[in-house]
Structure formats: structure tokens, C-alpha cells
């Protein structure tokens, strides 16, 4: 990243707007997967129209509630997209965050098509499963996009110290891991929770994300505690593993062992399935930004210059 | 997909089991028989039930006040609609055993939504037969068929909208329902060649009529029980006898 190279001014507004479409974004995530949870993604039968309509409101009740209050959310976080992707090109001096920019629209379009395709298609497995992916990815650029605005990344840039970064495993490639085993349980878990893989995957690959998130996290917090950000993503992936494994047994309880045969989706099931969602998602963001923050503070030896590596064994 | 009357026919020999799709090459048979109606015959029986019966669960219709305006009866699931031993809502059919005949279409079947929920909760269609789909309630509905072999659909249907009109013209059984609107609304669709089907009532009794004689296999679906087979043969105009008993080994 070239962050270094070009002079970047702290902007408030701008930085409070980032973080407004990320909390925005969260609960869009939560609100579909109420729609999901809820069985509830066909109430409404038409798109790009509801009922006909392009803006009348339905009686918001049973699953129209939950299918249409997704919808409306989703509208108005494309339009606060739209807004951030115009000021980002007006006001932000960094080439790259500019792009970032244009790229968060693009995603947000391919986002609401896919929305439409499961509506369309009436939810095969493999829709449902790329819109929860690319909502999970699109939520994590909106955190990163809040943490590159932030006052702390803008004000650092000059001072930054780069540490070294030994070892067989860099550490850059572990953070890089665990995005890729989130991901990875992102999509055994939509597969599953979308009717289309087995269970067997997502517990399996529960396991295997357990090691890399433990490993990367204690290795975060152990060999670069000193290194704020990357101490800080550490101890935050941490904890929402536990709570996330906890989530999934839950929903695992809720769904699969108890709710096999309900009537209706109950209360407990869609609280636990939500929630484990929902947490899926502030994990995978937390993965994206320790993988950033090592990129942007640990450098193969190699790479680092006299006066870096003096500082480090200071 | 378009309107193929042929497949009516060429089913009719197909011995029509769920997962029994014609070849598309395969061509259309004229039929080479005629049912005589002074020698049909008829079949019919009470499906029974023993071992415990699952617990029938309530449902919490409150997400829609349209659902639950006047007077709310003791709503329950409808999966085991069990009584005294008997089981109703089991689809019954000539599984195996027609010859090759050619049957008029029967007049429409009716799909109700009443009280948010379906009625009937199992029905039968002929190929080509019309289902007309009526909204009695003061709440929204949409109806989706989650079919395999034939289209699947999803359509709304606002209180006392119009009726929606569809057919089925595979043989497809156990096709379900629901409506995402109120997701415990949940029915299901068999599909058959012939009109040699039913559905046993409330206390566990069908009858099939208009059959001409001969040796046949009876098929009993229940949603969450399976298939029984059962052979029964029936002479000129005689009247057979025949139900399985189902129990809670069944249950998966
Ligand atoms: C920025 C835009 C959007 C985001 C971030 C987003 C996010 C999500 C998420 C996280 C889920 C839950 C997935 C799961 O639980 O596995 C979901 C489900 C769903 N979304 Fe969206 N969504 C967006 C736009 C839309 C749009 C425009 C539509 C239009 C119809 C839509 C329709 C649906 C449907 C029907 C479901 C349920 C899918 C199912 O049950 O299989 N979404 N969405
Ligand atoms: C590192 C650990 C884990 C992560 C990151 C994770 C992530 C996820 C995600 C993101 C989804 C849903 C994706 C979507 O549709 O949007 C999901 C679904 C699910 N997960 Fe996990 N999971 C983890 C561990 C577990 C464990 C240990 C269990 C159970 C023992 C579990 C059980 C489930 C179940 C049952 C579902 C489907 C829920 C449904 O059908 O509604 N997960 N997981
Ligand atoms: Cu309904």
C-alpha cells in the first residue's frame, strides 16, 4: 500500500460517515439473515418491484416485515454507497482509497442483483450462498474503509516503524490465513444454512479455522503485543471465536437437533442463527483488518531498511 | 415449461414413482384400452396408526394480526393428523398395475387459504387437472411450489384477490407448499397420471373408485412417515379392502 507516499488529511465528516454506513451495514446484515432465519426470502414474490410497486410500503407483517424491511435497508445503504463513493473521489487524496471508493459501489450493485437473482430463481442454494458472501465481504470494506479514515491510520503515517516480520509463516501470511479460513467457514455455512452442502464441512472446517484463528491471535497478542492495532485485532478475534463457536453450537442445537420438524421458525432458532451470523461477520472483519494492519506494520527483512530494524532491536 | 399432453399418456405406463422421470426421447402411446364402467371396481380402507403420537405443536400465528382476527380455535401443526388410531392426510394411489387407458381430465381441484392455513393440507391432482388457489382471509398470502419435476412458482395473493389458476402436468408426488409470509402454512401436492387417487379423511378412510379389475399396487404417502406398498387384486365390480398400518418405527 502506498498510503506513505501521498498526504492524506484527517476528515472528520468523512471519517463519520464511514463508520455511520458500517454500523448501517451491520444491521442490514442482521436483517437479512432475520429474512433467512424467518423463511421468509420469497414473501415478497417480485424484484426489482415489491408487489408491483417500486415504492409503495406493504403491510409490514409476517415475512413481508422481514423480506421487505431488508429491502428498504438495503436501498438506503446502496444510496449512503453511492454518497461515499462520490465524496471519497472529491475529497480523498489517497489513488487507492479512490478506487476502494468505486469499488464498494460496484459491489453494492452486484450485491442488490444478487438479491433480485434469489428472488427470481426462489433461492437456490448457490444465490443465497454468493449474497451472503459478498454482503460479509462488503461489510468487512466498509470496516476497513472507517479504519484507513481513521484519525489514527491518517496520523500515523509518517511515523510508522516497521517491524520485522521472520519466520517460516510470516505472520503477514497468517493474518491472511485466518480471512481465508472465515471465508471458507462463511461458505460451508451458507451452503449449509441455504440447503445445499452438509453439515459435515462446517464443523469440520470449524475445527481447522479454531487453529489458525488461536494460532494467529496468540502470535498476535505474544510476539507483537507492542504493536497496538495488531494486538487490538488479536484479542478481538479472540474473543468472537469463543463466542462465535458457542453461537454455532446454539444454532446447531436450535436448527438441526431441535428444530428439525417445527411448525414455525421459533424464537430460539432464529435469535441463535442470527446472532451466529451476525458474529460470522464482525470476525470476518476482524481477520481483514489484522491482515491490513500486518501488511501495513510488519515487512520481511529483507525489505526493511537500516534505521527500521535499529528500531526494532532498540 | 410448455403444455405436453403426450406425457400424460406416456406416464400412465410409466408406473409414476417419485423419482421416476420418462426419458425425453421417449415418444407418446396412444392408449390401447378402454375402461369398461360396467365392471370397475373399487378399493378402499381406514390407514391405521399405532405407537405414540408425536405431540402436535401450537403455532404462534401473532406475526400477522390478520391471522389471528375473531375468534383464534387451538391452532396446531397438522404434520400427524392422527386420531384414535387412524391417520388422516395420507395420499393414497394405484402405484403399479394400470394398463394403458386414456382418462377425461377431472374438473377443477380447490386449494383454500383459511384461518392462514391450507385446506386441504394433502391433495391430489391428475395431470393437466386445474387447481384454482382462493384466498378466504383478510391477510396477504403468497404461494410457493417447491416443485422438482415440474415448474416451480411463486405468486401473492391479496385478500379475496383473484382466484390463481395452475396445473401440474408431471406426476410428481408430495410437492410442497408454503407460504414465506406465514411459514408454519405449509401443504402438499401429489401429482398423478389417472385419477386413481385419494386422500383418507379425518378418520383415516379412502376410497377409490371406477377402477377396472385387475392387480394392483396401492402406494400411502405420509409427509413424515414415507411410503407403505400394498398389493390388492379386485375382480369385476368388487369391492377390496385394504390399509397399512403405519407407526412411530416409521417416523423420519
Ligand atoms: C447492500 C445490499 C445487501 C446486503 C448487504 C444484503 C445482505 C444480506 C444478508 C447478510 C442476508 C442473509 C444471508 C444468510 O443469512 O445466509 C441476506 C438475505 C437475503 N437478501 Fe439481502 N442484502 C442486500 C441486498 C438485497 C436486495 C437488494 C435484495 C432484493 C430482493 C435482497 C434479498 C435478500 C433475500 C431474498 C434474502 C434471503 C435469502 C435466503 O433466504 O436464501 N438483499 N441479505
Ligand atoms: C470459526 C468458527 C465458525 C465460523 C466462522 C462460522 C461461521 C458461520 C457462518 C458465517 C454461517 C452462516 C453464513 C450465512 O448464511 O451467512 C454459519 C452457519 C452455521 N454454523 Fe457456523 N461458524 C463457525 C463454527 C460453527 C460451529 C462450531 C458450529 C456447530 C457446532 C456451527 C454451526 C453452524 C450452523 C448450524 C449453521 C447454519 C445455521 C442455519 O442453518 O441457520 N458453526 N457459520
Ligand atoms: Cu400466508
Known amino acids: 500500500m502506498s498510503s506513505s507516499t501521498q498526504t492524506a488529511q484527517y476528515n472528520p465528516a468523512y471519517h463519520r460517515f464511514t463508520l455511520f454506513l458500517a454500523i448501517c451495514t451491520f444491521l442490514l446484515i442482521v436483517a437479512g439473515a432475520l429474512v433467512t432465519s424467518n423463511d421468509a426470502g420469497l414473501a415478497v414474490p417480485d424484484w426489482p418491484t415489491s408487489f408491483g410497486s417500486l415504492y409503495r410500503i406493504p403491510p409490514m407483517v409476517g415475512g413481508i416485515k422481514y423480506e421487505h424491511g431488508h429491502r428498504m435497508l438495503a436501498e438506503f445503504v446502496g444510496l449512503l454507497t453511492i454518497i461515499l463513493a462520490v465524496w471519497t473521489q472529491r475529497k480523498e487524496a489517497r489513488s487507492w482509497m479512490r478506487k476502494l471508493g468505486w469499488f464498494m459501489l460496484l459491489l453494492v450493485i452486484i450485491q442488490g442483483l444478487l438479491g433480485g437473482l434469489t428472488v427470481k430463481m426462489r433461492l437456490p442454494w448457490y444465490v443465497s450462498t454468493a449474497h451472503a458472501m459478498v454482503a460479509q465481504t462488503f461489510f468487512s470494506l466498509t470496516i476497513l474503509m472507517t479504519v484507513f479514515a481513521s484519525r489514527r491510520w491518517i496520523g500515523s503515517t509518517v511515523t510508522l516503524t516497521r517491524h520485522p516480520d521472520p519466520g517460516a509463516l510470516s505472520f503477514r501470511n497468517l493474518a491472511l490465513l485466518t480471512v481465508l479460513a472465515v471465508y471458507m467457514q462463511l461458505f460451508f455455512g451458507a451452503g449449509f444454512r441455504h440447503g445445499g452442502l452438509h453439515f459435515f464441512p462446517h464443523v469440520v472446517g470449524a475445527g481447522i479455522a479454531t487453529v489458525i484463528l488461536v494460532w494467529a491471535s496468540f502470535s498476535g497478542i505474544l510476539r507483537f503485543g507492542n504493536i497496538k492495532p495488531i494486538r ?31 411448525v414455525q421458525p421459533r424464537p430460539s432458532m432464529v435469535a441463535t442463527t442470527v446472532a451466529h451470523v451476525a458474529v460470522g461477520a464482525l470476525l470476518l472483519a476482524h481477520c481483514f483488518m489484522l491482515a491490513v494492519q500486518a501488511y501495513r506494520n510488519l515487512a520481511p527483512a529483507a525489505e526493511l531498511s537500516p534505521a527500521d530494524q535499529k528500531a526494532v532491536v532498540a | 415449461m410448455k403444455f405436453r399432453f403426450g406425457l400424460l399418456l406416456i406416464l400412465l405406463v410409466a408406473g409414476c414413482s417419485k423419482n421416476e422421470t420418462p426419458p425425453a426421447s421417449y415418444k407418446p402411446e396412444a392408449p390401447t384400452a378402454k375402461i369398461d364402467p360396467s ?39 397438522e404434520a400427524y393428523a392422527i386420531n384414535k388410531g387412524r391417520a388422516a392426510n395420507v395420499y393414497v394411489y394405484i402405484k ?29 391432482l391428475m395431470v393437466g387437472q386445474k387447481l384454482r388457489i382462493l384466498n378466504s382471509d383478510p391477510a396477504m398470502h403468497n404461494i410457493h411450489s417447491m416443485a422438482h419435476e415440474n415448474d416451480g412458482w411463486n405468486e401473492s395473493q391479496y385478500p379475496g384477490g383473484d382466484a390463481i389458476e395452475k396445473t401440474f402436468n408431471k406426476p410428481e408426488l408430495m410437492i410442497p407448499v408454503q407460504c414465506n409470509n406465514h411459514p408454519w402454512m405449509k401443504m402438499y401436492v401429489n401429482v398423478l397420471s389417472n385419477p386413481f387417487f385419494a386422500v383418507t379423511d379425518a378418520e383415516g378412510k379412502y376410497t377409490i373408485s371406477g377402477l377396472p379389475p385387475g392387480t394392483y399396487t396401492l402406494g400411502f404417502v405420509h409427509e413424515k412417515m414415507g411410503e407403505k406398498t400394498l398389493k390388492i387384486t379386485v375382480g369385476a365390480k368388487e369391492h377390496a379392502v385394504a390399509g397399512p398400518a403405519f407407526s412411530s418405527a416409521d417416523i423420519k
Open chain 2, 39 to 77: 365392471t370397475t371396481a373399487t378399493v378402499s380402507g381406514v390407514v391405521t396408526y399405532t405407537g405414540d403420537v408425536p405431540k402436535a405443536q401450537p403455532i404462534d400465528m401473532s406475526q400477522d394480526p390478520a391471522c389471528v382476527l375473531g375468534k383464534v380455535p387451538p391452532n396446531f401443526g
Open chain 2, 96 to 124: 403399479d398395475g394400470l394398463g394403458n387407458y386414456s382418462y377425461p381430465t377431472p374438473p377443477p381441484a380447490t386449494l383454500d387459504q383459511k384461518g392462514c392455513r391450507y385446506v386441504p393440507h394433502v391433495l391430489g
Open chain 1, 232 to 262: 487490538g485485532a488479536s484479542i478481538a478475534i479472540l474473543g468472537l471465536l469463543v463466542i462465535q463457536l458457542l453461537l454455532g453450537f446454539g444454532a446447531y442445537m436450535t436448527r438441526v437437533v431441535w428444530g428439525k420438524d417445527a
